[in-house]
Structures are given as C-alpha cells and as structure tokens.
C-alpha cells in the first residue's frame, strides 16, 4: 500500500550477536511504522549474521564490514549507503524497540522540529524499570542522568522535553542534519560518541527531544559485561606495561574532546582554564588518597587529547562551519557548576571520602571497573566468566570486564553518571549504560515484600543466599531509601537549620583563641612542638627529661601543614571534633538503609549535650571522644559481623584469602583501629579507654540482645577492642615506659580522682548532662526516643537496638562508678564516658525512623504509634537545651580564662606557678593530689598543651607534690619554704573551670577540696592575695631568698638525649604501623577488586553460572544466567 | 534474647541505678580525712613541719605571764623556732624527745601584750601557754593554725572584771577583720573602731572590750576576718583577791553543733554556768544532755536566738545533782552551729584563782594529751566521756609511755562518764598524760584545790593517730 510517511532507516549496528539477537529483530519486524527499512551493518563478526537477519527479518539489509572500527565509524557507513530517508535511527543489536516507537519517534520529530529524538529506554528484562529518559551534561561534559537507577517507571518522566543527550541505544536523528554534521566522530571508538553527535546537533541549531512514549528494551550488554570489546578499537593506548585502559577512561577522554571540540573559541578559552583546575583537583585528590586509577584515567583523557591537537582544530573547523548557536545558548541546556565535584561531594558526605573516591559504595563493595586488560594481561577466566550473563569475571585478553556492578556501581545509582564515570558504552554497538547499576540492582534486590518482620511493605527482600552480599546489601539500602527517603526540601532545611543553630552558637568562639579553661590551653608553633618531641624534653611541670607524647608531634605536623597558623590548629582540632562526629555519626548510621534515619541520628547526636558540655567546660579529651567515636564504634559494629554493620564496606575487604596472616582483614583493621585509639590518646591520655569502653558497652549489647551468633559477635568486638588499645598501648610505649615511673601513673592516663560528693548521679549520666548544658528534664527525651526500637523494633532493628543500650548501661555504669571511686584512685572522665552512650542513643533514634517507617506502616492504629508519636516529640524537647545553649553564642565557655587572669605575673619575672584544684578545673592536665585534686606547674603563665602530658611524677615533680599532700594533711605550715627551691612563686587554687567574673562570666564551680584550702590557710609563708574571683592565689614569701633559677636548665641537660632517641624510634614505629595498616588496606581492597584473577570467589557474589536472580515487582523469580 | 527480657533488662539497670545512687549518694567513698578544724590539734609526728601561736599573755607587768610550754610526744627531739611578738629574736630551740620545754616569751620583747610563734621541724609536738598572775592562773592551748574566724562565747565585764581579745597574725598575708561582740544588755555591737581592723603580718592587736561594753557579765564575740587569717585569745580577769580568777582561752575557729565538757560539778555555794552562744542568722534549738555515772537525767531544752548567748546556770537546774561530777553535752538541731563555754565560781573563801571559764570540747578524739602545769603536786580530776555511742576503752600512759595504774584498760560507756578523783600525790606521777581510746571520746583534766572542779582546766589537746 503506498505510504505518505516519511522513509525512515533503522541502522542497526551489530558485533558478534549474542542470542537476544532474534528477539531485537521480531521487534523491528514488528513495527507499525509503514515506511521503515533496517539496514544491519555487522563490524566485522566472527559469524556472519545474515542467516540470522533473514530468517526473522527477510526484508532487512545487511552490510558486513571487515573491520570493527567501533559504533560511531560503522554507523557513518549510512552516510554513503542511505539516501531518501528523512531520518535515521541509529541501533545497537541488543534493542526491542516497542512496535510503535519508531512511530512515535518520527511523530515527535515532526511535532517539535527536533533533530534527535530519544526513546525512553527502559531494562530488557524488565521493562517497569527506567534505564534513561535524556540526559543531561554539564559544561566539561560530565553525563547526569534524569533517572535514579532502577527507578520504577510511573509515568513520571512521560512528558516530551529537551535534553541535551540523547543517549545511544536507540536514536532517531534527522538524515539531513546526520550529514550536515559529517555522522559521529570516528576516532570516538567507545563512549561519548552519542554526546558529541548531540552536542554538535545542538550548536547546529537543532533540538533533542526526548519522546517517552516510545519506549525501547536495553539489554546494556556492556555495561552487565556481557559483550567483549576487542582491544584493537583502543590499539594506540594498550602497550605493554601499561595500566589496562577502562570504559571510565575512555569516557574522559571522550567527553574532553566533544568539550574542547564543540565549545568556540571565546568560551573556550573561560571554560578551558576551569576544566584544568577541575582535572588538576581530581589528579592531586586521587594521588593523595592512592587512587592511582582515577589519576591516571584524567591524565590519560588530556594526554590522548592533545597528542590529537591537529585533528582537534580540524574538527573544531568543522563544528564552527555548522554553528548556529552561540555557546551561550547551548549552555543554557547544561548543567550549571560541576557535576562531578557536586556529585563527589555528596558521595563525600553521605558515604565518606573512601567511598567518594571510588566513586560510590557498590563500587567500594564490588570496586572493580570496566577494564580493557592489557595485552600482556593473562588470559584467565574466559571460560568462566566470558560471555556470561551476570557473572562476567575474567581478565583475559580483549575481554570487557564488569563485575556485577560495573565501575561506579552504587555512586552512578545513587548520584547518577555526575559521580564521576557517567556513560559506559559497548564500542561494537554503542551500548550506553549507567555503569554498574543494573545488575546490581536487579540482580540481588527482591521484590517488594509484605512481610512485616522483614522489612516495611515496600521495602525490598534480599534473598536468602545473597543475604551478605555487598552488592544485596547495597541494593537493599537504595530500595530502603526509596522507602524512607525526606524530600530534598525537607533534608535541606534540617541540614540548614542544624548547621544555622551551630554556626550561631559557636560564633563567639570562632574569632579569637579560646581562653585558657580546662584543656583547652595554648598551642606553641608548630616548630617548637616538633622541638619538643624530637628533644625529648618537655616544659610540662618541672621540665624533666623523658619522652614526650607522639601527640606533641602529631600536632607539631598538623601545624606545620597549615603553615603556622596555631590559632587555626587550634579551632580545628577543638571545633572540628563535632563535624567529625557528625560525619562519622553519618557513616555509622549508613547501614540503617534510611536517609531519614540517618539523618535524626545525626541531628541527634549534634544536638546532645555531650559536645556542648565538653566546650563549656574545656574539655578536649571529651571533644576527641566525641569526634572519633562514632568511628570506632561503627568499626566495631561492622566487626560484629552482625547485618546491617557488618555487610557492607565491611564485607568489602573480607578477602584477604591467600594472604599473609599479618595482612588478614581482621589484622589490618585492628592495625587501623589502634591507630586512631593510639591517636586518640596520644592527644589526650584520658581518652585511652574508649575504644575499650565502646567495645565492653558493644559485647555487653550482644549477650543484652541475644540472637544467633551473638557470642561470635561479642568475642569479635572484644578481641577487636582489645586488640587496638593493645596497639595503641604499643604505638606510646616509650611514653608508657617512662610514665610507670612516677607514682599513680594510671591516673595520667584515666584521670586523677575527682571530690567523692562530685560523682554524677544516675539522672545527670543518663540524660549525658554532666555540664552545664542540657541539666533539665527535657534532656530525657533522647533517653525516651531511643527506646522507640527497643520497644516497637523487629528484626536486626531490635537486636541492634539492644546492642546500643548495652553500649549506652556500660558507659552510664562505668561513670558511675568512676564518679564514685569505685574503679580504683584514677576517676575516668565522665565527659568521656559518655560520649558511647551519646553514640548508642542518636543511633537509637535513628534506628527509630527505620523502625517507624519497617515496623509500623500498614500496622493498625495502636500504642505503638502513640509510643512513636512520643518518641518524636521527646526526641523534640530533648534538642531545646541545645537551641538554648546556642544563644549565647559560645556554648557557655567562658570568655575569660586564668591566662587572662594570671597574666600579670608573666612581668614579674622568671617564676613558676602551681596551679591546685579540682582535676577538671586545672589548666592542661596535671599530677594527681589524692582524691578530688591534681596540680601542675607552668612557667610565668597558665601551662600550654605540653602539660596534657604531664610525665611521670619523680623528681622535683615528686617533691612538689609531697609538699602539696602534705598540705591537704595538715603536715606543713611552711609551704612556701618547700616551693622555693623550685622557683615556685605562685600558687594558685582554683575554684571553677574558670575565674568568676561578676557580671560577666559565672563558669562552673569547681571548688578546691577543703582540706587543700584549709591546709593552704595554715601556711605561714604564703601570701594570699585578696579573694580573684573563683580562685585564690597565693604568693610565696619565701621563693626570693631560695634557688633563684628554676630547675629547668639541670633537667634539660641530661637524659634529653635519650628522650629525643626514644622520640624519633616512636615516630618511626608510627611511620611504619600507619604504612601497614593504610597501605596493607589498600593492597587488600586492590585484591579484593580482582578476584576472579587471582582464583578467589568473593564471597556474597553468584558465582559463574549461578542462579541470576531477576526481580519483578511483586515477586521473585529466578532463572539461570544466559 | 526475647524482647520483654531485653526491656526489662534496661529497665531494671536504670531503677537500679537510681536506687545505688539515692542509697549510695552522690559520694560512695569517704573522702580522705579534712584537716582537723580544731585550732589546736597537734600535728602527726610525720608532718615535716609544724607551727604553734600563742597570744593573750602578758609581760610581767601584765598581770598575766605568759609560759609557753612545748610538749614532744614522738620519740625524737624536734628542733625549731620561738619567735616572740611584738618584734621578737628568733630563738632557737629544741624539745627532747618525750619532754618538755618552757619558755616565757615576755622576757624576748619589751611590751605589755605579747604573742609567741613556735616553727617546728616536724610534728608531734603540743604547744600550750599558760598565764599566771596575782589572780591565779589558767592554761590554754596555742593554735596550731590561724582561722579567719573566732568565737568566744562568754566574757564579763562587770564591774572589776576586765577582758581583751587578743589578735595575733602570724601569717604572710595582711588580715583585715569585723569583732562584734553580743550582749546580754544592749544585743548585737559593732564597735566602729572594730571594723575593717588591719592586723598587719606578724602583729599583735589587743582590744580592750570594755571600752565598748562596759558592766556587762556576759559579753559574747565573733571575730571575722575579711581578708587573711589570724589566731584570737581572750583573756579575762576577774575580781580581787581572794576572790578572783584568771582565765586565758583560746577562741572556737568555728561553730559546731555538738560540744562537750567530760566533767562538771555543781558544788555547794559555787556557781557554774553555760554560756551558748549561737552567732548564726538562724534561732537553735539546743539540747543540753547530762550524763550521770548511776543515774538518768532528762535531757534540757535550749532555744537560743540568733545571734544570741543563753546562759544557762547549773544551780537553778532541778535535774542537775549537787556535788555530783556529770558530764554535759550540748546538741543543736538542723545544724545551726553554736559555741558553747562554761564559766566556774568557786564557794567563798576558795584560793585564788577562784573563778574561771573553759570553752567546751566541740568534738571528741581518740588521742588526747593532757600537758603539764605548773602546779604539779596538787591533786587533780581526771574525767573521760564517751562520745562514740557505744562502749570505748581507753588506756592512759605518761609521756614516756609508762602505763598509769588502774588504767591500763578502762571502758566507758556512752551515757556512764568515768570521773577519777585523784589524792595527792597522784598515783601516775606527774603529768603530762596520754590517753587513748578506742572511740571518740572528750577528756578534761581538773585541778581540784583550785576551789572547785572547772575553774582551772588543764585543756587536754587532741592528737593525730599516729601520735
């Protein structure tokens, strides 16, 4: 019958045609569209296809080409073949375009004067799922995708729209702009061929258009590494030696000339200098971090490109014949900003900066990447993995590799190609894909599922085998935050409002340097600190001789990177605990699978009193706690083994099979974890027991919960707990040593004891009110939303639930009775020990929006949504004292602190000042003075951060103290006598963590004892200066007529040396400990990415030829991989 | 583990914990032992070193001369320093182990008041002062640390008495100080020319209360510094011969809710009388407990004012037997603190001194030392109460360590005081004593001839554990 439609060719191009073949020609046999041709142009395959053509679609030509020269290059072969057709669709041979697409298409066409038209491309097996709609790019050309992958296709993206990429797979392009433009980019052999067609059509003056009502099957053969790319498209960059070639790479590069090659000159020259700023970032980013890969895949696009800098200007020519637009006008179609720095941070901060390197978590849990091996590689695992369906593992010649996720598997779901490795592309057909995303998600991701005690209806069931598996899990977590996702409005204001409440309650602190109260005390140069400890001598108390902390050095080097700036250290150290907290409270609530969840916890976390109290009253070692806790405790949590903890990056470096012991997992991260613990205490002593605390609170949870394994659970935890703080106790051995030699020397590291009447009570601890912030009833709120799961909670949410109030008892009752002696003469710091339990409760609440949203939907109405109702506004009032707190706009840290006070005796000469009282109020830290008070000594003003590491209390520091203990008795009345011979002039007992101002600044009181004070009134030879406001100080009547110099000089002199020696051998145990675990990590997550090649099965993942299981909405079927 | 068992886990962990801590307090540990408020506690012998300040003696002239008397309980000499006030020499001196030393500051100085500062190289050492003059003699103890405050709950200056306060700063620090003084006739009195009184490191002040108070018989004083710290005396003189009395007594550093005399006797035509004095904002209500040797007495209600002195005289006491020896021990409730002295007349015709008047113990010790006195050879009283609440035993030795016959081992029980008249010669020689107890108990020392028991104290001073 005689048409009136316009002709339309189907260029169909194919390479080696795997068995779907048949069922994408029935589906172009079956179009509605009455004037279609299809013409199959074969790159050169093994097999001829022609049989297969004609016996499914007989009116079809077929064109075999001798050589594959990729999909762009064969399809151009239209150019000179076709003629009289108005439009061109250009295929690859694994699409089963729906019998009315091409109709529709061409319809669309007509209708908005496009020059391309997209279908919708939806999954082969599964159609109800989006695979893209369009795309979108940004101005370095960075491939955004409209579509979250996996994501259900409601309709929601149907309506007809601009777009600046039609992706490949299925394009219809008007025959005349196709020409005009001279076809794709030959040299574009694999990936990003289909941008720069676009990108051209677009500064000819045509449109994209995407027509979702014409829908198209994608198989994505490349991406599921399912076709092979013969490694003689890509010839010029595989020599032998060098690095395999990935997609990824390819794609950069590709991306880079349709960028240099499409932009004129003018804007060229603006866009230019950001595109190098952007690559140099990347190149230093990636080196840093020893992600070698990525480096190498920016430096490989910019070297391919300007070794083709004469072809680029011809083309370039080329572009600039066809311009109708202004560069202008076409940016108005692309993203604003960088999509790859936007999408790398957000990575950053919702999955840390591991997993933003990598490129997203399914890439750090199956982190291999699209690779073309090398020549020189080893042909392996062809027979095994080649050509199968969802199991593709090996690493022979030629062969495209993509295990399961692809190359940023989870960062491209999640983020989409921004994240850094946008498109994938089969070179042979022109595949486009979403990298690593389908498998991942269809293959290991169960349907909806109605089964309450598994999961919410709705959310996704992992099937049983695949229960451990990385890919499952994080399958299951994207399917859990469609569940349970806020808006990006709602995320935006609580972000906003979170940061705001900070922001404004910390603004008195972020100008000038904190006053000196509790341990937050000056900070020398950078030089002097590294002095210090390579000297092996330090200023604190008497200036004895013995080896100075590693956490001098540790800040003598962070001085040192910031270039001097110790006021800056400072703030850094001490304010950038509590976004660490937060980012590490972030990645600790990841595996609860719920962006809502996530995000109360760690709005949770921030808005507990722990942090605030720690600031008001100076306390550092509590800051550190609160900064790194979450940390180990999520390390501990994974080491648990226990779902969701220890599933996901953690499972990630379960390999390590065939390695050394010494580099076994369990090593390294023990290695690591003793690392931080070491750090920790390095910086201050009295946080050495937390990861023991968190560990011991963890075990506890495990037998509080029960369940299978919980034994297992428990002895992990604990070894792994022990294991670091022995670690740690051995990276600060030499300081150890030679504390052991003064007496108490626990104390130094645990705290000396505080007064017997200042133990908190139960109500204080629980509410983590051991401050001045937060000491109200509303702070029970946390306490009663985190004991939402505990109550309503099923599955793993109950169980963890459990777990988190062991942590939270242990840390409560270990205060307790620290507060009360009862664990020996040292009084563990309650700021300290409470930050576990501030961890374990805002993780409980946000394990409470997992349970509210898994556990109670569908329920009927009940006590359980009453008791969450509760939970919300308990969870409500608890975060008021916080908002209160932040009015003031310094978290209640006094403005004024000794050094202010006492500063006038730095004119009075070279003297000393021993500073008594209450271990909390003392500036630094100090030498314990029996129960309830510590002294230390500085030089002419309060101590600087020297005196966080007291040493060992021998010598003159010994003498002092018998002095001073001698007061307290009522055993000397001449003081001051004693004191001289040090050139102790000053001594100054204090009240408060801070001199009491009236008007001004009423800090928290911490009186002396009131036998120091009343000792202190007997002595005859001091002076006491009239009341100071909140501390008394006393001058000695005697020190002018006694040693005029201090000891300092005698005790520098010797044993100096020694110290420096003992210095540098403890840095270089440092060096070597973080070189084996970092390094020994790395070189375990590099194994882990290749294990097909080296003969080891990940665990959790099917192996070649298992069961590929498919979801379908509502059901779960399985069937064996082609 | 089952949900409900995981609930109830943490349920009773918290209702534990709550409970520990409203059974345990705040505190679970006793805190290390706070230095002895008592202004007249001797040093531990391991101390390496202590200090004594004595004042309210006089030069010769005086009326009352001043005998510091340094008593060594250790088995080692102790060597120092005696430095009279005003502007004295240092003298050196040394106290033989297990002995004494004597030293009369007055003849170091050339003034009418003076003051005395013992510096020692160690503890263990008790230091005394005792006056002497034509109106008898008294002892009292030195302090063996300055205080910012000072109580004296009695003084008289009615007609022929005369009573000072005197103000010793033996520290480095300038001492700035408010007396007030409580009358029984024109209440509460601040002197203007006692307030804001500097008392410059290493001086002396006297204060003459009668320029102030005059024909006063109960006169009360506080003595508060502002600034610094200082010891405070008060000597009171009373009457002519014969029928007069001298009393030196050191001042209560504080206030205290119970205080003590382990003996007292209402003897016929005597007069013995207690002062409480309550210098507090807030009215106490005080129990005046009279322990009995065979016997039960109802304990006696006292509500004393704030800011107040109550006497309470023994005679006019129905429950209170004559010529019997008991011990008295006053309690305040709800802790309002009070100071609590007793003032002795002895019948007419009694030898000089006559009258006198001793602060009360304000709590008891299990260590005392009960120096020596001048009047060696005259018979004496020696009384122990028990203040533990429960039977003590108690031991007494002489300096040297020689136990005293019949003491060997003694018990005491809480409400049965143990009064031991004594003949002349005493049957353990001379003094000083040690008595030691099992418990805390409150030791008085009487010298009976005086006239009756309770003019002249020798106050017994508690020592350190190890003493």
């Keep these: 019958m005689e048409t009136l439609a316009p002709p339309v060719v189907a260029v169909v191009v194919t390479h080696d045609p795997g068995p779907w073949f048949e069922e994408s020609l029935e589906a172009w046999a079956g179009q509605d569209y009455p004037a279609l041709s299809v013409l199959v142009l074969d790159a050169a395959s093994a097999e001829d296809p022609t049989p297969r053509v004609a016996s499914v679609l007989p009116e079809a030509y077929v064109r075999r080409l001798d050589a594959n020269r990729g999909f762009g290059a064969t399809a151009d072969e239209a150019l000179a073949m076709v003629q009289g057709a108005s439009h061109l669709v250009f295929c690859h041979d694994d699409v089963a375009p729906d019998p009315d697409a091409i109709r529709l298409m061409v319809e669309e066409a007509y209708r908005s004067n496009a020059g391309i038209v997209a279908p919708k491309l939806v999954d082969w097996d599964d159609p109800g799922r989006l695979l893209h709609v369009g795309m979108a790019v940004d101005k370095a050309g960075a491939v955004v995708d409209r579509v979250e992958p996996g994501e259900l296709d409601h309709g929601q993206h149907d309506a007809v729209r601009d777009v600046f990429l039609a992706p490949g797979g299925c394009t219809l392009v008007r025959a005349d702009l196709f020409a005009e433009l001279g076809g794709f980019d030959p040299e574009m052999v694999a990936m990003g061929e289909d941008l720069d067609l676009c990108w051209r059509a677009q500064v000819a003056g045509a449109r994209v258009v995407v027509a979702p009502a014409a829908r198209v099957r994608h198989l994505q053969l490349l991406a599921s590494g399912r076709r092979e790319l013969s490694p003689d498209l890509v010839a010029d960059t595989l020599r032998p030696g060098h690095r395999p070639l990935t997609l990824q790479a390819l794609q950069r590069r590709h991306e880079l000339r349709a960028a240099l090659k499409c932009y004129g000159r003018g804007h060229l020259l603006r866009v230019l200098p950001q595109l190098v700023a952007l690559s140099l970032a990347e190149v230093l980013v990636a080196l840093v971090t020893g992600h070698r890969d990525r480096a190498a895949t920016v430096v490989h696009a910019w070297g391919w490109n300007l070794r083709r800098r004469r072809v680029l200007r011809r083309e370039r020519a080329t572009v600039a014949a066809v311009r109708r637009l202004a560069d202008t006008e076409v940016r108005h179609l692309q993203l604003r900003g960088s999509a790859r720095l936007t999408g790398y941070l957000r990575r950053a901060l919702t999955y840390g900066l591991h997993v933003a390197h990598l490129g997203g978590p399914a890439a750090v849990a199956v982190p291999d990447e699209h690779v073309i091996a090398s020549p020189d590689a080893p042909a392996a695992g062809r027979s095994a993995a080649g050509g199968q369906v969802g199991a593709a593992r090996a690493g022979g010649a030629g062969v495209i590799r993509d295990v399961a996720a692809g190359a940023d598997g989870e960062a491209a779901v999640r983020e989409g190609p921004a994240t850094g490795d946008p498109t994938t592309g089969d070179p042979a057909t022109g595949d486009r894909a979403t990298v690593g995303r389908a498998t991942v998600g269809r293959a290991t991701v169960g349907p909806a599922t109605a089964d309450p005690a598994n999961g919410a209806v709705g959310a996704p069931a992992v099937p049983a085998g695949l229960a451990e598996s990385p890919a499952a899990v994080a399958a299951a977590a994207l399917a859990a935050e469609r569940v349970a996702r806020p808006s990006d409005t709602a995320r935006l204001v609580v972000w906003g409002a979170t940061t705001v409440v900070i922001v404004a309650g910390s603004r008195g602190l972020l100008g000038e340097g904190f006053p000196a109260v509790g341990q937050l005390v000056a900070v020398p140069s950078w030089s002097t600190m590294l002095g210090r400890f390579f000297g092996g001598w330090s200023p604190a108390g008497l200036g004895p001789a013995h080896p100075a902390s590693p956490g001098l050095a540790l800040l003598g080097v962070a001085g040192m990177v910031l270039m001097g700036a110790v006021g800056l250290l400072a703030k850094v150290v001490v304010l950038g605990c509590i976004p660490l907290g937060a980012l590490g409270m972030s990645r600790l609530a990841r595996p609860l699978r719920s962006p809502a969840g996530r995000m109360v916890a760690v709005v949770a976390y921030l808005a507990m009193p722990v942090a605030w109290n720690a600031l008001a009253t100076g306390r550092w070692d509590a800051l550190l706690a609160y900064g790194a806790a979450p940390w180990i405790l999520a390390q501990l949590a994974r080491a648990s083994g226990a779902e969701p903890f220890g599933s996901i990056a953690g499972e990630a470096l379960a390999g390590g099979?065939?390695?050394?012991?010494?580099?076994?997992?369990?090593?390294?991260?023990?290695?690591?974890?003793?690392?931080?613990?070491?750090?920790?205490?390095?910086?201050?002593?009295?946080?050495?027991?937390?990861?023991?605390?968190?560990?011991?609170?963890?075990?506890?949870?495990?037998?509080?919960?029960?369940?299978?394994?919980?034994?297992?659970?428990?002895?992990?935890?604990?070894?792994?707990?022990?294991?670091?703080?022995?670690?740690?106790?051995?990276?600060?051995?030499?300081?150890?040593?030679?504390?052991?030699?003064?007496?108490?020397?626990w104390s130094v590291l645990l705290g000396a004891a505080l007064p017997a009447a200042d133990g908190p009570n139960v109500g204080a601890l629980t509410r983590l009110a051991v401050g001045p912030i937060g000491d109200t009833w509303l702070a029970w709120g946390f306490v009663v939303a985190a004991a939402l799961p505990l109550l309503v909670g099923r599955s793993w949410r109950q169980v963890w639930s459990a777990r988190l109030w062991g942590v939270a008892l242990v840390a409560w009752a270990l205060a307790w009775l620290s507060g009360r002696g009862w664990l020996g003469a040292s009084t563990m710091p309650a700021n300290v020990l409470l930050v576990p339990a501030a961890v374990a409760l805002a993780l409980s609440m946000g394990m409470a929006v997992v349970t509210f949203d898994a556990d109670l939907r569908g329920r009927r109405f009940g006590w359980r949504q009453l008791a969450t109702g509760a939970a919300a506004l308990a969870a409500v009032a608890g975060c008021l004292p916080m908002l209160a707190a932040a009015s003031g706009g310094h978290?209640?840290?006094?403005?004024?602190?000794?050094?202010?006070?006492?500063?006038?005796?730095?004119?009075?000469?070279?003297?000393?000042?021993?500073?008594?009282?209450?271990?909390?109020?003392?500036?630094?830290?100090?030498?314990?003075?029996?129960?309830?008070?510590?002294?230390?000594?500085?030089?002419?003003?309060?101590?600087?951060?020297?005196?966080?590491?007291?040493?060992?209390?021998?010598?003159?520091?010994?003498?002092?103290?018998?002095?001073?203990?001698?007061?307290?008795?009522?055993?000397?009345?001449d003081l001051g006598r004693q004191l001289a011979p040090y050139g102790i002039r000053y001594v100054v007992v204090l009240g408060g963590a801070a001199p009491s101002i009236a008007g001004l600044q009423s800090p928290l009181a911490l009186p002396a004892p009131a036998d120091l004070t009343a000792g202190l009134a007997r002595q005859i030879d001091l002076q006491h200066l009239p009341a100071q406001g909140g501390y008394d100080l006393f001058i000695n009547s005697v020190a002018g007529n006694s040693v005029a110099g201090p000891v300092r000089g005698s005790d520098r002199g010797h044993g100096g040396a020694l110290g420096g020696v003992v210095a540098v051998a403890d840095a270089l145990v440092w060096l070597g400990v973080a070189i084996l675990a970092v390094g020994g990590a790395g070189r375990l997550r590099r194994r882990v990415r290749v294990p097909a090649a080296s003969g080891a099965v990940q665990r959790g993942q099917p192996e070649p030829g298992a069961l590929r299981a498919t979801s379908v909405l509502g059901s779960r079927t399985a069937k064996p991989g082609p | 583990?089952?949900?409900?068992?995981?609930?109830?886990?943490?349920?009773?962990?918290?209702?534990?914990?709550?409970?520990?801590?409203?059974?345990?307090?705040?505190?679970?540990?006793?805190?290390?032992?706070?230095?002895?408020?008592?202004?007249?506690?001797?040093?531990?012998?391991?101390?390496?070193?202590?200090?004594?300040?004595?004042?309210?003696?006089?030069?010769?002239?005086?009326?009352?001369?001043?005998?510091?008397?340094?008593?060594?309980?250790?088995?080692?000499?102790?060597?120092?320093?005696?430095?009279?006030?005003?502007?004295?020499?240092?003298?050196?001196?040394?106290?033989?182990?297990?002995?004494?030393?004597?030293?009369?500051?007055?003849?170091?100085?050339?003034?009418?008041?003076?003051?005395?500062?013992?510096?020692?190289?160690?503890?263990?050492?008790?230091?005394?002062?005792?006056?002497?003059?034509?109106?008898?003699?008294?002892?009292?103890?030195?302090?063996?640390?300055?205080?910012?405050?000072?109580?004296?709950?009695?003084?008289?200056?009615?007609?022929?008495?005369?009573?000072?306060?005197?103000?010793?700063?033996?520290?480095?620090?300038?001492?700035?100080?408010?007396?007030?003084?409580?009358?029984?006739?024109?209440?509460?009195?601040?002197?203007?020319?006692?307030?804001?009184?500097?008392?410059?490191?290493?001086?002396?002040?006297?204060?003459?209360?009668?320029?102030?108070?005059?024909?006063?018989?109960?006169?009360?004083?506080?003595?508060?510094?502002?600034?610094?710290?200082?010891?405070?005396?008060?000597?009171?003189?009373?009457?002519?011969?014969?029928?007069?009395?001298?009393?030196?007594?050191?001042?209560?550093?504080?206030?205290?809710?119970?205080?003590?005399?382990?003996?007292?006797?209402?003897?016929?035509?005597?007069?013995?009388?207690?002062?409480?004095?309550?210098?507090?904002?807030?009215?106490?209500?005080?129990?005046?407990?009279?322990?009995?040797?065979?016997?039960?007495?109802?304990?006696?209600?006292?509500?004393?004012?704030?800011?107040?002195?109550?006497?309470?005289?023994?005679?006019?006491?129905?429950?209170?037997?004559?010529?019997?020896?008991?011990?008295?021990?006053?309690?305040?409730?709800?802790?309002?603190?009070?100071?609590?002295?007793?003032?002795?007349?002895?019948?007419?015709?009694?030898?000089?001194?006559?009258?006198?008047?001793?602060?009360?113990?304000?709590?008891?010790?299990?260590?005392?030392?009960?120096?020596?006195?001048?009047?060696?050879?005259?018979?004496w009283s020696l009384a122990i109460a028990d203040l533990a609440g429960s039977p003590v035993r108690v031991t007494v030795r002489t300096l040297s360590g020689d136990p005293v016959a019949g003491f060997t081992r003694r018990t005491v029980a809480p409400e049965e005081p143990l009064f031991v008249p004594a003949p002349v010669p005493a049957p353990w020689g001379t003094l000083p004593l040690v008595v030691r107890a099992d418990g805390p108990v409150a030791v008085e020392f009487d010298a009976v001839p005086a006239g009756a028991p309770g003019v002249v104290v020798v106050p017994s001073l508690p020592l350190a554990a190890a003493s």
């Design chain 1, 657 to 745: 099979a065939g390695l050394a012991p010494w580099r076994s997992r369990v090593v390294l991260e023990v290695l690591g974890l003793g690392l931080v613990q070491g750090a920790l205490a390095a910086l201050v002593p009295t946080t050495a027991v937390l990861t023991l605390v968190c560990g011991l609170g963890l075990a506890a949870g495990c037998v509080l919960a029960g369940g299978a394994g919980w034994r297992r659970a428990a002895a992990r935890v604990v070894a792994q707990a022990a294991g670091a703080t022995a670690v740690a106790a051995f990276l600060l051995a030499p300081w150890l040593v030679w504390q052991s030699a003064g007496t108490r020397p």
């Design chain 1, 891 to 973: 978290w209640d840290l006094p403005v004024t602190g000794y050094d202010q006070a006492v500063s006038w005796t730095a004119r009075t000469g070279d003297s000393r000042i021993v500073w008594i009282g209450d271990p909390r109020a003392l500036p630094g830290a100090g030498w314990p003075l029996g129960r309830g008070a510590a002294f230390t000594v500085s030089e002419r003003t309060t101590p600087d951060i020297a005196s966080l590491w007291p040493g060992p209390s021998t010598g003159a520091v010994a003498a002092v103290g018998h002095a001073l203990a001698e007061v307290r008795s009522g055993a000397t009345v």
């Design chain 2, 1 to 379: 583990m089952p949900r409900l068992a995981a609930v109830g886990v943490v349920a009773l962990a918290l209702a534990g914990g709550a409970l520990a801590d409203h059974l345990v307090g705040r505190g679970g540990v006793a805190s290390a032992p706070v230095a002895s408020l008592a202004a007249d506690a001797v040093p531990p012998p391991e101390a390496s070193s202590s200090a004594w300040f004595c004042t309210g003696g006089t030069s010769a002239s005086g009326g009352a001369t001043a005998t510091v008397t340094m008593t060594n309980t250790t088995d080692r000499p102790v060597r120092g320093r005696l430095v009279a006030y005003p502007g004295g020499v240092p003298l050196q001196v040394t106290v033989p182990a297990r002995g004494e030393l004597s030293v009369e500051p007055a003849g170091m100085v050339r003034a009418d008041r003076v003051a005395a500062a013992v510096l020692l190289q160690g503890g263990g050492v008790a230091v005394t002062q005792t006056v002497s003059g034509p109106l008898g003699w008294s002892v009292a103890p030195c302090a063996s640390s300055a205080s910012p405050r000072w109580y004296f709950a009695h003084g008289s200056t009615a007609a022929g008495s005369s009573l000072e306060l005197s103000l010793f700063n033996p520290t480095a620090t300038d001492a700035v100080v408010d007396v007030s003084l409580f009358t029984s006739t024109e209440g509460t009195v601040a002197p203007p020319a006692y307030q804001g009184l500097d008392v410059p490191p290493g001086s002396l002040a006297t204060l003459h209360l009668a320029d102030h108070v005059q024909n006063d018989p109960a006169v009360a004083a506080s003595v508060t510094a502002l600034t610094g710290a200082l010891v405070a005396s008060e000597l009171q003189q009373v009457g002519q011969p014969p029928h007069a009395g001298l009393a030196l007594s050191l001042g209560a550093p504080s206030t205290a809710v119970r205080w003590s005399f382990a003996q007292s006797t209402d003897v016929t035509g005597g007069v013995v009388a207690y002062h409480v004095f309550n210098p507090t904002a807030v009215p106490a209500a005080v129990t005046m407990a009279i322990g009995l040797q065979q016997a039960s007495a109802e304990p006696l209600p006292v509500a004393v004012p704030a800011g107040a002195a109550v006497t309470i005289v023994a005679e006019q006491q129905t429950r209170i037997p004559m010529d019997t020896p008991y011990a008295v021990t006053f309690r305040s409730a709800a802790g309002v603190g009070i100071v609590v002295d007793r003032q002795v007349e002895a019948p007419a015709g009694a030898p000089a001194p006559a009258v006198g008047h001793t602060p009360a113990v304000p709590d008891g010790a299990r260590a005392w030392l009960v120096p020596s006195t001048p009047s060696a050879g005259s018979p």
